[in-house]
Nanobody, 119 residues
Framework: VQLQASGGGLEHAGGSLRLSCAAS????????MGWYRQIAGNQRTFVAS???????NYSGAVKGRFTISRDNAKNTVYLQMNDLKPGDTVVYYC??????????????WGRGTLVTVSS
């Protein structure tokens, strides 16, 4: 599967953005998909994930502000980001875990999309 992320940009603190991750094939059979984010020079950190059984997980930093969702008809995973904070300013990467291994080294990654939040 190939992933194409989009939707990043510049927003003011308190504003909203929606990231999209379009997959090259049917995502209804991909057990886990989600988002990580990365500050330059640091490891990628988990943001949110969504499974085919409807389970959703969020990091503590975004829980209550971000919502992950899937649109199987469009083969797309979304990350709705509300109440943005300057600390959300990083590059966001979508991923797919088609074998449900839970190992980042085995994930398929999309190219990052930059989110910048001004104070």
């Amino acid at each position: 599967v190939q992933l194409q992320a989009s939707g990043g940009g510049l927003e003011h603190a308190g504003g909203s953005l929606r990231l999209s991750c379009a997959a090259s094939r049917d995502i209804s059979s991909i057990p886990w998909m989600g988002w990580y984010r990365q500050i330059a020079g640091n490891q990628r950190t988990f943001v949110a994930s969504s499974s085919t059984d409807g389970t959703k997980n969020y990091s503590g930093a975004v829980k209550g502000r971000f919502t992950i969702s899937r649109d199987n008809a469009k083969n797309t995973v979304y990350l709705q980001m509300n109440d943005l904070k300057p600390g959300d300013t990083v590059v966001y990467y979508c991923y797919a875990d088609p074998m449900a291994r839970g190992a980042r080294d085995l994930f398929t990654w999309g190219r990052g999309t930059l989110v910048t939040v001004s104070s």
